[in-house]
């Protein structure tokens, strides 16, 4: 793994580039400095940027945030939130699994999620009792989102009930202003415990990069995929075909920092190997 204390001398080796959001752009209430910057040169450069994000909800309400925190449209070419792909795939349902599920679901998630039903011929219903299966998107605001405990009951119901859960942010963990909240991949990985089947969509599952290429329009090796999370980005740019750049500042910000050895170290436990690291997504 080579590390650089910039992102700017990868410009010239890529044409493309599939950069995450939370812990490389954001983190949940502000950019990271130099992040708009960064991107704003990727585009002059006359690089593709899409943004790639497991956030469970629609690409276009992904972006009204973007805007809320001040980074612009024009930052980037492209976005697509495993939310969406979790809805097109509801809409599709081209894979049996998502074929045989049912119409009728139980919601696992806040409201602010809601957009994942859009246009989708489901009924959602009040109980996991109702219902033919379980949309997770992670934790609430009535229930917190720093601890699991209060999400066990509803997970082990849904389990001994034998409902599919589908899971639209396998993300464990964030960290939102320096706060460390659990996110839908945890709620799935305790089901997974309890004898629930879970169905995961998003990083670092290879089938979000198909259109993540198809937007790009370039061959795997023109192309480099930027994260923070050796679990999600950086597995998942493996799983892929995609060479990687991990930003050490993101969800292991707090074990690392800047400390390349023990970058070295985790990567290796891990058993990832990206290509770079940087500090942080900035220029």
Known sequence: MQHLDGFGPLADRFDGFIVDLWGVVHDGVAPYPGAIDCL?????????????????????????????????????????????????????????????????????????????????????????????????????????ETAIEPYLPALRECADLGLRMVCANPDLEVVRGGQRLICAGMLARFYVQYGGEVRQIGKPYAEIYNPVRRMLGLPDDRILAVGDSLATDIAGARAAGIASCWVLGGIHGELIGNNTQLAEQEAGAAGEAPLVSVPGFFW
């Open 40 to 144: 704003a040169r990727l585009r002059q450069a006359g690089k593709r940027v899409v943004l790639l994000s497991n956030a469970p909800r629609r690409s276009y309400s992904a972006q009204v945030t973007l805007r809320r925190i001040g980074i612009p449209d024009d930052a980037y070419d492209g976005i697509l939130t495993s939310g969406e792909a979790t809805r097109t795939a509801l809409i599709e349902r081209t894979d049996p699994w998502f074929a045989s599920l049912g119409r009728r679901v139980w919601h696992l998630g806040p409201a602010k999620d809601h957009s994942i039903f859009e246009d989708v011929d489901l009924e959602r219903v009040g109980s996991p009792a109702d219902a033919d299966f379980v949309i997770n998107t992670g934790p609430d605001d009535d229930q917190g």
